[in-house]
């Protein structure tokens, strides 16, 4: 037997497992009905209007089931709500605020400020469409991008910057303890009011405290724990802590001084699977300075330099 004869029969078996293979891959228009939990009736109704992706041979309708699938995948209905869950963020809770009045009833956003920590554990349990943060790596110094390297390993994720803002030490006003840096908390002997664990701040500060080589054991009220920025404020505001850390923008809201410690990265996760649907694009519009600006015009400790910029994509 020749060579060319020897091609010519494998290259015959290699078109017939495929011809094979596709019409397993077609449904007939009852296993269609089947499949999509209609009559049979209905499924003609589609065929005339023409929504389905069909073919006709020798007077027969056959459905390729990879193009239903893919027709299935286009046309569903994504849900127009949106759920953020991570960090505390004042300015994003007013854009958010801000967007879900401008777009109701159509799509609202709802806003869990739980940390950072959580906010990932909230996208990898699929309990949120988009999870904000701010995570100091440290080992590299790096924010956020390592960590979730190491958290959402299994996943791809788009990483978009919201903005910077500074992170420091929240004081009464005109500082009367003359606090500089973290070490004070425990050479002035002051009150202070820690942040939730698994939140950025917390991550921060205790990444300052090995720095500095201070303990948790020589601070007064580390395990006094606050929420958020502003509870951070008001405890120190009202006088039931000395100091805090927390963002600059809180103590412009709450008559308190802010000494600067370090400016951090503010960044929003969205799985990549929910990227190219409309409501998240529509979000995403939303994330320019100048949109923002319009929410709120005076924003001390916020740096915009990199704001709606995809700075991650796995």
């Known amino acids: 037997m020749s060579v060319i004869v020897i091609k010519f029969i494998m ?3 290699q078109i017939s497992r495929a011809i094979h293979i596709t019409m397993k891959e077609l449904m007939t228009t009852k296993e269609l009905a089947d499949f999509l939990r209609l ?5 003609y109704q589609i065929i005339r209007d023409g929504n389905i992706p069909h073919v006709k041979i020798a007077g027969k309708w056959l459905f390729p089931r990879v193009h239903v699938l893919r027709w299935i995948d286009e046309n569903v209905e994504r849900e127009r709500d949106i759920r953020i869950i991570g960090s505390d ?21 709802f806003y869990s400020s739980v940390g950072s920590l959580k906010g990932i554990e909230s996208l990898i349990r699929k309990k949120g469409q988009a999870c904000c943060i701010h995570l100091l790596d440290s080992e590299t110094g790096e924010y956020n991008l390592p960590i979730l390297r190491r958290m959402l390993s299994s996943q791809k994720y788009i990483v978009v910057n919201l903005w910077h803002r500074t992170q420091g030490l929240i004081v009464k006003k005109g500082n009367p303890y003359a606090i500089k840096g973290i070490d004070d908390a425990v050479n002035k002997q002051v009150r202070f009011v820690n942040r939730n664990e698994g939140s950025g701040t917390r991550v921060l500060l205790e990444y300052l405290m090995r720095q500095s080589g201070v303990s948790e054991k020589n601070i007064d009220g580390f395990s006094n724990m606050a929420d958020s920025h502003l509870s951070v404020a008001l405890k120190v505001f009202l006088d039931e802590a000395d100091v805090g850390m927390g963002i600059e923008y809180v103590t412009h809201l709450v008559p308190l001084d802010f000494i600067p410690l370090k400016e951090e990265r503010f960044d929003l996760v969205i799985p990549k699977e929910l990227w190219p649907t409309s409501v998240i694009q529509q979000f995403i519009s939303y994330i320019r300075p100048e949109k923002i600006a319009a929410v709120s015009r005076n924003l001390p400790g916020y740096n915009m330099v990199d704001t709606g910029k995809i700075l991650f994509e796995s």
Do not use: H, M, Q
Request: neutral net charge.
């Open 89 to 109: 963020d004042i300015l994003l809770a007013r854009l958010l605020s801000f967007y879900s009045g401008e777009n109701f009833p159509g799509s609202i956003i």
């Open 39 to 43: 009559n049979e009736k209905k499924v």
């Open 11 to 13: 290259l015959t078996v």
